[in-house]
């Protein structure tokens, strides 16, 4: 393969060249850049008799170009531009090409009579205002630094500058590198993508990104913070100045997200205290692609998809509904064989409720809109739960027909070592238990509710008495039962004063110990609770986020009728009348700020949040005339 050519842009510049026939290429003795004297060894070549020999100057100068690409070995005849039996290998002129301009950007000049010391920066590297780029010595041997008049992005610099270069000498112009803005993410973004820009007030001074590229974001998540810079106050009085009487104030800003979707793309070359105005062309800092559609997580889920292409046009069902098959959801429009659009109904396939719904637009192509054609998430029952009751009857039938047909066991027949030992171990339960019972009712005394005995990590026992339900604590769902952790808003946690680690050893008069039997141990708790008033859950609301002053509203009974909207911190959009909320005077546009005993005032995570309120709300007692009308306990809508 041939190399590109060696080409001199002015009739100052002279061919250093070598006789090719034959001749093999050993190394370079000089570089872009390097003084060179006439006479002085540029290369090193061998002839085809294995003799050594050098390509010298032919005047005084400095090396302004070499033939790039060419390795030791090559055959110069080979890989030279032209088939002649010179090869140009060398450009040798009286100084440095000069940088051109191919861009909009700001020449960075040297000072005059100064040696080239070194670069602080590279090509493509941020840059500050006033930050060093490079570092010279003047004639008195002192150190003269070279700043960037403004913030932006190395695009250009005179890379083969060489310590000890005195400037004049080697470069036509002064300038050694150019500065330019950060230039537009994407000219043309695809259907779908929106873009994340800046505000362009006030002079903001960037801080970091939140999000890294790839990371999935919902609209109002903070993709980047800046610092907005507010001008000190000034005092004027009868057209006279008095003075400053406050600082800048700077306030961080976030910058968030104006849509649910996928970050691809960030404006990498910002950096930490960089000014927006003098580091970018346009706002534009980040790139949000389209989001995916709902998605099904479970076996229990089924999704609801739309043809490929069609264009959305409106909902029929929102989330929360219930559905059965042939019930219609949404209509979209679709080019029919003449080409024109025509409106299909997307109807339920299956019989359940609407848990997730796509964000849509009317009007606009879904593909443009989402990942994935799927509209809806349905949660019921799924075909095969049919075929497993059967399969579960038949065996249920086998077990019951083998129980029948089994001889009895003769009285006295217990020779064998493991009857002899399971009767041993039944006789110790129930001595224990036995035990159990008389401390029971040696301990009552005056204490209402059901006793529940605990023992800790290091074997001490705890007795509480529960008067609520449900207990709200979690287990790995096996006995002996250990607390591993709480429900939100835990009645055990927050007034009986369980720990985590400890192990349930007793209820009421009986002794659960030493039973393994994990649907047992839960029917008992279950058998003595079950009558109890339900733990109220209690909400607090603000009027504001800023406003010291809360309200306290406690809960029984679910749905509590409150619609918000979709965002965080949880704010109320909507109060359903006659409903809990509204006996209880909770108004529209407050904001939940505690659930329970979590804190959400600082949680900017909707879904998050959202699915804190679903768990608080899900132990309450259900209202009589909607048992078998609706499964959710919150209603949201989208805003």
């Given at each position: 393969m041939r190399l590109p050519s060696v080409h001199w842009n002015t009739p100052d510049e002279e061919a250093v060249n070598a006789f090719a026939r034959g001749r093999e290429f050993v190394k370079w003795r000089k570089e872009v850049g390097d003084e060179v004297e006439e006479g002085d060894g540029i290369a090193t070549l061998k002839t085809p008799e294995g003799a050594i020999i050098d390509v010298t100057a032919p005047s005084d100068g400095v090396i302004t170009a070499v033939l790039s690409g060419i390795k030791p070995g090559d055959d110069i005849e080979k890989v030279c531009s032209t088939e002649t039996t010179n090869c140009t290998l060398a450009e040798i002129g009286p100084k440095l090409h000069p940088l051109l301009l191919r861009e909009e950007g700001t020449n960075i000049n040297a000072p005059k009579h100064v040696q080239f010391l070194e670069w602080k920066v590279k090509k493509g590297d941020p840059v500050k205002e006033g930050q060093v780029l490079l570092v010279c010595r003047d004639d008195l041997g002192s150190n003269v630094t070279v700043t960037a008049p403004h913030g932006g992005v190395v695009v250009r610099l005179l890379k083969f500058l060489k310590v000890g270069m005195f400037l004049d000498k080697v470069l036509q112009t002064p300038t050694v590198a150019v500065i330019s803005k950060l230039g537009a993410l994407e000219k043309d973004s695809p259907p779908g993508d929106a873009s994340v820009d800046a505000p362009e007030s006030h002079h903001e001074i960037f801080k970091d990104f939140t999000v890294d590229k790839g990371d999935i974001v919902h609209e109002g998540d903070t993709v980047a913070q800046v610092i907005a810079i507010y001008p000190k106050k000034q005092v004027h009085s009868g057209g006279l100045f008095l003075g400053n009487i406050s600082n800048d104030n700077e306030i961080v800003e976030s910058v968030t997200a104006p849509k649910d979707g996928v970050v691809e793309t960030l404006q990498a070359g910002l950096t930490a205290g960089a000014t927006l105005e003098d580091n970018m062309q346009d706002t534009q800092i980040a790139i949000i692609g389209k989001p995916h559609g709902p998605s099904v997580e479970a076996i229990t889920e089924t999704g609801v998809d739309a043809p490929e292409?069609?264009?959305?046009?409106?909902?029929?069902?929102?989330?929360?509904?219930?559905?059965?098959?042939?019930?219609?959801?949404?209509?979209?429009?679709?080019?029919?064989?003449?080409?024109?659009?025509?409106?299909?109904?997307?109807?339920?396939?299956?019989?359940?409720?609407?848990?997730?719904?796509?964000?849509?637009?009317?009007?606009?192509?879904?593909?443009?809109?989402?990942?994935?054609?799927?509209?809806?998430?349905?949660?019921?029952?799924?075909?095969?739960?049919?075929?497993?009751?059967?399969?579960?009857?038949?065996?249920?039938?086998?077990?019951?027909?083998?129980?029948?047909?089994?001889?009895?066991?003769?009285?006295?027949?217990?020779?064998?070592?493991?009857?002899?030992?399971?009767?041993?171990?039944?006789?110790?339960?129930?001595?224990?238990?036995?035990?159990?019972?008389?401390?029971?009712?040696?301990?009552?005394?005056?204490?209402?509710?059901?006793?529940?005995?605990?023992?800790?990590?290091?074997?001490?026992?705890?007795?509480?008495?529960?008067?609520?339900?449900?207990?709200?604590?979690?287990?790995?769902?096996?006995?002996?039962?250990?607390?591993?952790?709480?429900t939100l808003n835990s009645y055990a946690k927050n007034a009986l004063g369980v720990k985590q680690g400890w192990m349930l050893v007793g209820i009421n008069e009986e002794s659960v110990r030493g039973d393994t039997n994990f649907n047992r141990v839960g029917a008992t708790l279950e058998h003595y609770i079950s009558q109890f008033p339900v733990w109220p859950l209690e909400l607090e609301f603000r009027e504001t986020l800023e406003s010291e002053e809360r309200t306290i509203v406690t809960f029984e009974e679910r749905p509590i009728g409150i619609e918000f909207f979709r965002r965080s911190p949880i704010q109320v959009e909507h109060i359903n009348y006659g409903s809990p909320a509204d006996l209880k005077g909770v108004k529209a546009h407050w904001y939940i700020t505690r659930i329970g005993d979590s804190d959400v005032l600082d949680n900017h995570n909707f879904h998050e949040v959202r699915a804190m309120l679903y768990e608080a709300v899900k132990p309450l007692n259900e209202k009589e005339e909607t048992m078998h009308m609706h499964r959710h306990h919150l209603e949201w809508r989208s805003n």
């Amino acid at each position: 393969m041939r190399l590109p050519s060696v080409h001199w842009n002015t009739p100052d510049e002279e061919a250093v060249n070598a006789f090719a026939r034959g001749r093999e290429f050993v190394k370079w003795r000089k570089e872009v850049g390097d003084e060179v004297e006439e006479g002085d060894g540029i290369a090193t070549l061998k002839t085809p008799e294995g003799a050594i020999i050098d390509v010298t100057a032919p005047s005084d100068g400095v090396i302004t170009a070499v033939l790039s690409g060419i390795k030791p070995g090559d055959d110069i005849e080979k890989v030279c531009s032209t088939e002649t039996t010179n090869c140009t290998l060398a450009e040798i002129g009286p100084k440095l090409h000069p940088l051109l301009l191919r861009e909009e950007g700001t020449n960075i000049n040297a000072p005059k009579h100064v040696q080239f010391l070194e670069w602080k920066v590279k090509k493509g590297d941020p840059v500050k205002e006033g930050q060093v780029l490079l570092v010279c010595r003047d004639d008195l041997g002192s150190n003269v630094t070279v700043t960037a008049p403004h913030g932006g992005v190395v695009v250009r610099l005179l890379k083969f500058l060489k310590v000890g270069m005195f400037l004049d000498k080697v470069l036509q112009t002064p300038t050694v590198a150019v500065i330019s803005k950060l230039g537009a993410l994407e000219k043309d973004s695809p259907p779908g993508d929106a873009s994340v820009d800046a505000p362009e007030s006030h002079h903001e001074i960037f801080k970091d990104f939140t999000v890294d590229k790839g990371d999935i974001v919902h609209e109002g998540d903070t993709v980047a913070q800046v610092i907005a810079i507010y001008p000190k106050k000034q005092v004027h009085s009868g057209g006279l100045f008095l003075g400053n009487i406050s600082n800048d104030n700077e306030i961080v800003e976030s910058v968030t997200a104006p849509k649910d979707g996928v970050v691809e793309t960030l404006q990498a070359g910002l950096t930490a205290g960089a000014t927006l105005e003098d580091n970018m062309q346009d706002t534009q800092i980040a790139i949000i692609g389209k989001p995916h559609g709902p998605s099904v997580e479970a076996i229990t889920e089924t999704g609801v998809d739309a043809p490929e292409g069609c264009i959305f046009k409106e909902y029929l069902a929102k989330e929360g509904d219930f559905v059965k098959p042939g019930d219609p959801l949404a209509i979209v429009e679709i080019m029919n064989h003449k080409q024109y659009l025509s409106d299909q109904t997307i109807f339920s396939h299956v019989k359940g409720y609407i848990v997730k719904r796509a964000k849509l637009v009317p009007g606009q192509k879904i593909s443009d809109q989402q990942i994935g054609q799927t509209l809806f998430v349905i949660e019921g029952t799924p075909w095969w739960t049919t075929i497993l009751c059967i399969l579960m009857v038949i065996c249920c039938l086998l077990c019951c027909f083998c129980l029948v047909m089994k001889k009895r066991v003769p009285k006295g027949a217990f020779h064998d070592g493991a009857s002899v030992t399971a009767r041993r171990d039944d006789m110790l339960y129930i001595e224990e238990r036995t035990q159990y019972q008389h401390r029971y009712r040696s301990n009552r005394s005056s204490h209402q509710g059901c006793r529940l005995d605990f023992e800790d990590t290091d074997g001490k026992l705890h007795t509480v008495w529960a008067e609520y339900r449900p207990i709200g604590i979690k287990h790995s769902q096996k006995a002996p039962i250990v607390v591993t952790s709480f429900t939100l808003n835990s009645y055990a946690k927050n007034a009986l004063g369980v720990k985590q680690g400890w192990m349930l050893v007793g209820i009421n008069e009986e002794s659960v110990r030493g039973d393994t039997n994990f649907n047992r141990v839960g029917a008992t708790l279950e058998h003595y609770i079950s009558q109890f008033p339900v733990w109220p859950l209690e909400l607090e609301f603000r009027e504001t986020l800023e406003s010291e002053e809360r309200t306290i509203v406690t809960f029984e009974e679910r749905p509590i009728g409150i619609e918000f909207f979709r965002r965080s911190p949880i704010q109320v959009e909507h109060i359903n009348y006659g409903s809990p909320a509204d006996l209880k005077g909770v108004k529209a546009h407050w904001y939940i700020t505690r659930i329970g005993d979590s804190d959400v005032l600082d949680n900017h995570n909707f879904h998050e949040v959202r699915a804190m309120l679903y768990e608080a709300v899900k132990p309450l007692n259900e209202k009589e005339e909607t048992m078998h009308m609706h499964r959710h306990h919150l209603e949201w809508r989208s805003n």
